[in-house]
């Protein structure tokens, strides 16, 4: 996958756990990165952890990642487009308050879906996006290849990187992320106030009920602010939640069994049915996608993938030499490339699908 051209140079603000795993894991493929945190200490403390190569802000950085609160990301975001020249991209886990909010071309919002129970720098580790998704969220005034350059450093980091619509993004982390977050927190309060009646109940927790929890050991300061900016969503997929528990407490309370197992099953096949990345040259088409060169081609394109459930493994973008036209390389996974050329066609495009297995 592209990445930038050019030196290799990096600022990253905000050096906690996601910062300091990037920060980490581009000093390991050789740039040079700076970093900055409200707190000295943590500045400090990823100086020495070899998270950054030194504190404060690049001037000449080729990219910029924001790692800071969610509430901060827009007032920091439009810190580092003043102060520096190259792009910024953001870490945020709510994107559509804040793409609002900054209206830079420069800037392309994102979201790596990886985290750890190690809290802060201290828990910073290079490979903490290797197999994990990044979500890139382009809109109409994306620069086409400041998008490319972001996918491409996310690539570089072992990530799968998906495309959406900063709306549809907080609707479906809400779903993926922020809901379970609040479940787990629930399921954790209940078990500790039972722990209190029956001491020996923590000790017997199963794999299961720690598997489901485990994200309930998170920062917790993170998620009054999450809570904050996808307000609507979260209460929106709770409800939903409050209604499907409803239905099976009716069937555990009416003996239901038959809704029961009917319902287990299709949970099953489901959770089995989670996607995989695509990791064989045999599993992947390209798609050349001859566009006109202006803005929210990007986005338009990579939405549509998103929307059909496909997964771009890499993307390019060759310009023509007249200036008004490029071509769009895409990596699909075969078993989706003809419904992805389909629904070019029905948008006026004019794909051409190669299967490289």
Same mark, same amino acid.
């Given at each position: 996958? *592209? ?5 290799? =140079?990096?600022? +990253? ?33 990823? !100086? ?10 690049? $001037?000449?950085?080729? +990219? ?9 990301? $827009? ?11 190259? +792009? ?97 927190? @629930? ?14 109940? !923590?000790?017997?927790? *199963? ?6 929890? =485990? +994200?309930? *050991? ?5 998620? $009054? ?66 566009? $006109?060169? =202006?803005?929210?081609?990007? @986005?338009?394109? *990579?939405?549509?993938?998103?929307? !059909? ?49």
């Amino acid at each position: 996958m *592209a990445v930038l051209p050019g030196a290799h =140079r990096a600022s +990253i603000i905000g050096t906690g756990l996601i910062g300091g795993s990037i920060g980490m894991a581009l000093r390991a493929s050789g740039w040079h990165v700076t970093g900055t945190d409200v707190d000295p200490e943590v500045e400090k403390r990823a !100086l020495e952890l070899g998270a950054i190569d030194a504190i404060g802000i690049d $001037p000449e950085s080729t +990219i910029t990642f924001v790692a800071a609160p969610v509430r901060a990301i $827009p007032a920091e975001v439009r810190r580092a487009l003043a102060e520096t020249t190259g +792009i910024v991209t953001d870490v945020g886990s709510v994107k559509a308050s804040v793409v609002a909010q900054v209206g830079d071309p420069r800037f392309v919002g994102g979201h790596p879906m990886a985290g750890s129970e190690q809290l802060g720098v201290e828990g910073a580790t290079p490979d903490l996006f290797e197999g994990a998704v990044w979500v890139l969220t382009p809109v109409a005034d994306t620069d086409s290849d400041h998008y490319t350059a972001v996918a491409g450093v996310a690539g570089m980091l072992g990530a799968e990187v998906v495309a959406l619509a900063p709306e549809r993004h907080d609707a479906l982390v809400a779903v993926v992320s922020h809901v379970p977050h609040l479940t787990a927190a @629930a399921l954790m309060g209940i078990a500790d106030e039972r722990a209190e009646e029956h001491a020996a109940l !923590l000790r017997l927790a *199963a794999g299961g009920f720690r598997d489901m929890t =485990r +994200i309930a *050991a998170g920062t917790p300061t993170i998620w $009054p602010d999450i809570c904050a900016e996808n307000q609507a969503a979260i209460v929106e997929v709770i409800d939903r939640l409050v209604d499907e528990l409803g239905r099976l407490r009716a069937m555990v309370a009416d003996g239901e069994r038959d809704q029961l197992l009917s319902t287990l099953e299709r949970a099953q096949g489901a959770r089995r049915n989670l996607p995989s990345r695509v990791v064989r040259p045999a599993e992947v088409a390209e798609v050349r996608i001859p566009v $006109p060169d =202006r803005d929210g081609v990007i @986005a338009e394109v *990579a939405t549509l993938a998103s929307d !059909l459930s496909i997964n771009i493994a890499d993307i390019e973008v060759a310009h023509s030499s007249e200036g008004d036209r490029g071509v769009l390389i895409l990596l699909v996974d075969t078993a989706r490339a003809e419904a992805f050329r389909i629904g070019l066609v029905e948008r006026g495009y004019r794909p051409a699908v190669h299967h490289l297995g």
